[in-house]
């Protein structure tokens, strides 16, 4: 495959990609405001999403590991 066509395929994806990310933020947006009939929580959401990454799990502990009783 040409390396020109691989940077279109590229920015191709690129290009579909954040369309979808801002046809997730008009939808997310609209479902909340029908939801609660509510600007204010529209905008909680505008607040929150920044601070959504950093904040700390607080559901239930997952392991990533299986363990066994091979040896009883």
Same mark, same amino acid.
């Given at each position: 495959?040409?390396?020109? &066509? &691989?940077?279109?395929?590229?920015?191709?994806? !690129? @290009?579909?990609?954040?369309? @979808?990310?801002?046809?997730?933020?008009?939808?997310?947006?609209?479902?909340?405001?029908?939801?609660?009939?509510?600007?204010?929580?529209?905008? @909680?959401?505008?607040?929150? /999403?920044? !601070?959504?990454?950093? /904040?700390?799990?607080? @559901?239930?502990?997952?392991?990533?590991?299986?363990?066994?009783?091979?040896?009883?």
């Amino acid at each position: 495959m040409g390396e020109r &066509k &691989k940077q279109w395929l590229l920015f191709i994806g !690129l @290009g579909t990609s954040t369309f @979808g990310d801002f046809i997730y933020l008009v939808a997310i947006n609209v479902f909340i405001w029908r939801l609660t009939d509510s600007a204010a929580a529209v905008a @909680g959401l505008w607040i929150m /999403s920044p !601070l959504a990454p950093s /904040s700390p799990n607080f @559901g239930p502990a997952r392991s990533s590991t299986v363990s066994t009783n091979a040896g009883s």
